[in-house]
């Protein structure tokens, strides 16, 4: 919300097959959180390459260089820094024990990510 109030565009690129995302996002009730979607299944090439990224960068009309991706996984964080964006790397329990050392930043709380943006 912090983010739409700023006028900023919101993108999410998973490799997840589109189905899922959907599935998922309407699960949430968070669907209407994003400008733009953007599945694996949608790009050529699969993360680590920067397909989906740029791909996402160019839907919201915004240039790769003024992007920030957050990612949770090695190939993510390489495929955000190979499409020229800064990148968060965000330690989620849940990923197990990724290779985030690309990242320009790493965080282990989403409230950690506030001072990077704003």
């Not at 994003?34 to 160019?58: N, Q, R, T, Y």
């Not at 964006?85 to 282990?108: I, T």
């Amino acid at each position: 919300q912090k983010l739409r109030s700023g006028g900023i565009g919101i993108a999410l690129a998973s490799s997840s097959p589109r189905e899922l995302i959907e599935l998922l996002l309407d699960k949430l009730g968070i669907k209407d959180s994003f400008d733009v979607v953007v599945s694996g299944e949608e790009v050529k090439h699969s993360k680590p390459a920067p397909d989906i990224f740029l791909e996402a960068a160019g839907r919201l009309g915004i240039e790769p260089a003024s992007c920030l991706v957050i990612e949770d996984a090695k190939h993510g964080v390489k495929a955000a820094k190979l499409a020229g964006m800064y990148c968060v790397g965000f330690r989620n329990p849940n990923s197990g024990n990724q290779d985030l050392s690309l990242a320009d930043a790493v965080v282990r709380s989403m409230r950690e990510i506030y001072p990077l943006i704003f």
